[in-house]
């Protein structure tokens, strides 16, 4: 039977199996700096990746040196955490899906999406808006038959999209947060618009499932749409953003709080005063003072937390949802299986493991133990009662990531799975002739 306690720490070089003679040097790349920092750009909705990356790469370019020469030996690396976009319309359902769930009670457009599924008519629908809503008569003036009738057709499926990437995400997040917690470095993020949702629920999540690192997480957003922050976040918000005032007509948002017109002649913004680049990060605007004060004060007052999990040549990492427990398995060249009930492996370890939901879950290879030949990584659902969604991330000692790769489970196994997981990684290992380890992933 499994432990019921996440069982964390590193395992001591005193209980190690003896370990096969290292054959290839595994660590070519050197990460700069003892002091950690991982900097997120959590994005908001309609993005495409592309501009999510040219967005954290603005962040690393305005960022990086202020900030590492403000602390003696510091690095600071900067990464996209992405928000798919399903396109604008699912986007926006999303949106007020995530706002139902961070106040069921102030969600009116979603609100309305309720009543047409529990089969309320037109003018039941409209006579609730406009009692619930401040002036609800005027909204309720604008759903007529012909737009109820048309969303009554349509938003059903894309609400289900909707919440499957919602989902998704939020798992994707909390993933990449915790697995950077467990590996000595501080995460800061940076959220605009939606990332703000997201970026809520991720850190309350990681919170819960690291308690002890609370003080080492932080964010600022920036044009949040949320009804509150987490973990004392600040946040910057213009007074004349026009998407966040359209959704102050129907949700529950926090204040606006800065003035940001810069004046008729001098006014780099875009035309809703929402672009995060352009409306808010522009030097010329009052907002990105704001957001310079709050990205030095999470540098300066977050704490770095100590290292859990090991790491060196080869490192995969598992998070997943609530579902109570998620296995990760490792097969090594020598014909090794490592899992939680055979945690020490030939070459590595499986140093973190975790049977109450979320994760995370490590597996690592030192730098000086790596074998030729090929490392199977997969997964087994051991056990839950949904559908669940694994999240397997892949980190190498030549400074390359691969993942996370996210992975559908339907049905728990037990422990009749472990012979059998379902595949995340096969890393095949090879000698580039001068004692070096050659990696190629699938």
Not at 37 to 57: C, E, K, L, W
Not at 167 to 186: E, F, I, T
Not at 399 to 416: K, V
Request: charged share 20%.
């Amino acid at each position: 039977m499994k432990h019921t306690t996440i069982a964390l720490g590193i395992v001591s070089a005193l209980a190690l199996a003896p370990a096969a003679e290292a054959s290839l040097s595994g660590c070519t790349f050197q990460q700069q700096g003892t002091r950690q920092t991982q900097v997120y750009f959590a994005n908001g909705i309609n993005t495409r990746y592309a501009d999510a990356q040219i967005a954290s790469d603005t962040l690393r370019s305005q960022y990086k040196r202020r900030l590492e020469s403000q602390q003696e030996n510091s690095s600071y690396q900067f990464f996209p955490a992405y928000n798919l976009s399903q396109g604008f319309t699912t986007d926006v359902i999303q949106v007020f899906q995530q706002k139902l769930h961070e106040d069921p009670d102030g969600s009116i457009a979603y609100m309305v999406y309720d009543m047409l599924q529990a089969g309320l008519s037109n003018d039941a629908i409209r006579q609730t808006v406009a009692i619930a809503v401040t002036d609800g008569y005027l909204l309720a003036a604008t759903l007529t038959d012909e737009l109820l009738d048309q969303l009554a057709d349509t938003m059903a499926q894309i609400a289900a999209d909707a919440l499957k990437d919602l989902v998704q995400v939020n798992d994707l997040h909390s993933g990449l947060y915790a697995d950077a917690l467990l590996n000595g470095k501080r995460v800061l993020i940076v959220a605009h618009s939606q990332g703000n949702l997201f970026t809520n629920t991720s850190v309350a999540r990681v919170i819960e499932m690291l308690p002890d690192h609370s003080n080492s997480i932080g964010y600022f957003g920036v044009a949040s749409p949320a009804a509150r922050t987490v973990n004392g976040a600040g946040y910057v918000t213009a007074d004349d953003d026009r998407v966040i005032q359209l959704l102050r007509a129907t949700e529950t948002v926090l204040p606006a709080n800065i003035d940001n017109d810069p004046g008729l002649f001098d006014d780099p913004r875009d035309f809703l005063n929402h672009g995060f680049l352009e409306s808010y990060l522009d030097s010329r605007l009052k907002s990105r003072e704001r957001i310079d004060d709050g990205i030095a004060k999470l540098a300066d007052t977050l704490a770095y937390p100590s290292l859990i999990a090991g790491e060196g040549a080869i490192r995969a990492t598992l998070t997943w949802g609530e579902q109570p427990d998620v296995d990760l398995h490792v097969f090594e060249p020598g014909g090794a299986h490592v899992y939680y009930r055979r945690p020490m492996g030939s070459d590595g370890t499986l140093d973190v493991d975790d049977t109450n939901g979320f994760g995370p879950e490590n597996y690592y290879v030192a730098c000086d133990a790596v074998s030729p030949g090929t490392y199977d990584i997969g997964v087994n659902y051991f056990r839950g009662s949904a559908t669940e969604t694994a999240s397997v991330t892949l980190y190498l000692g030549n400074g390359t990531t691969f993942g996370p790769r996210q992975l559908s489970l339907t049905d728990d196994q037990g422990s009749s799975g472990d012979d059998g997981p379902k595949p995340a990684f096969s890393l095949t290992v090879s000698d580039d002739g001068q004692g070096n380890a050659l990696y190629s992933v699938e």
